[in-house]
């Protein structure tokens, strides 16, 4: 299978290389965007690549970014990224990278929530409440919230954790009109997604995106979109409340690592990661593979 951790790309320069993309200047307006098969999990990049992984993110994210174009403009530009490189260098972007409009980020993670989980389960469990937003008494895990909430977050320099952050936080840092606009059109693409996904067996339980400004000043979405790494699906046929639902995300590999012990303590969350077996990655691709293979009848 085609395997790519780290990007090598001569022919432009390098601006930014995150926790799974890797970013280079193409000019003063577009950038070229690769998307490796690196892993995080707990803002730590795992030391081995999940294979085609960076392929099925790319995918997945230009099927959702065509299919709610009628939403909101994206950072997409159209350009195939094969004619951008040189020769020599296609293999690195052949079905993994776009040709994409340079924005100014808006530095605020919009995450919308359908159902309890994760931490925001733990949230509710210890405060009744997430991120300042009071839910009804006696709800439990994985269990449908009344109507989607948005639960922002700042974004944080790689290798440390993302913080929740109130939307007074958000006005204060953005201004009250841009941050509403976030918080419609972000709750207005999961809705859309969210009732797209169940028809085909998904249940996306929470999600992020990431917008930015274009020189015009119009809000733009970019980076990747509902994607099996900014997003918790969860099978439809299995679903059920009170428990964990197994996942189509990296929440499996999450699962894996709080099991992992080192000289007879858990993993402390802190790079370096312990290396992943064979067949925690090989199970890692084929979660990815059936999310792509679900959404896209693919």
Wanted: proline fraction near 6%.
């Amino acid at each position: 299978m085609n395997v790519l951790h780290t990007t090598s790309i001569s022919s432009l320069p390098l601006v930014s290389r995150g926790k799974v993309r890797d970013v280079y200047a193409i000019d003063q307006d577009r950038l070229l965007m690769i998307t490796s098969d690196r892993i995080s999990a707990f803002d730590v990049v795992m030391q081995e690549a999940i294979p085609e992984k960076g392929v099925v993110l790319n995918r997945m994210s230009s099927f959702w970014f065509a299919r709610l174009a009628h939403v909101i403009p994206n950072h997409l530009t159209g350009i195939d990224p094969i004619a951008i490189v040189d020769p020599t260098e296609i293999d690195q972007v052949r079905g993994r990278a776009v040709v994409a409009k340079r924005l100014t980020p808006i530095l605020v993670e919009a995450v919308v929530r359908g159902y309890l989980a994760g931490n925001g389960w733990k949230e509710y469990h210890a405060t009744g409440a997430i991120c300042g937003i009071s839910l009804p008494v006696g709800m439990q895990n994985a269990q449908a919230l009344p109507e989607p909430i948005f639960t922002p977050a700042a974004k944080a320099e790689m290798g440390h954790h993302d913080e929740n952050i109130s939307y007074a936080e958000v006005e204060r840092r953005i201004g009250g009109e841009l941050a509403k606009r976030i918080k419609d059109t972000s709750i207005r693409l999961y809705t859309e997604a969210a009732d797209y996904a169940r028809r085909r067996g998904i249940i996306i339980a929470d999600t992020k995106f990431e917008f930015g400004l274009d020189a015009s000043g119009q809000l733009v979405l970019m980076d990747e979109i509902l994607t099996a790494d900014s997003s918790r699906f969860w099978p439809a046929d299995t679903y059920q409340v009170g428990s964990n639902p197994p996942s189509f995300d990296k929440q499996f590999l999450r699962d894996w690592l709080e099991s992992v012990r080192i000289e007879g303590q858990p993993w402390n969350k802190t790079a370096p990661a312990p290396r992943l077996p064979d067949e925690i990655i090989r199970k890692t691709a084929e979660k990815y593979r059936e999310a792509w293979q679900r959404l896209t009848q693919q």
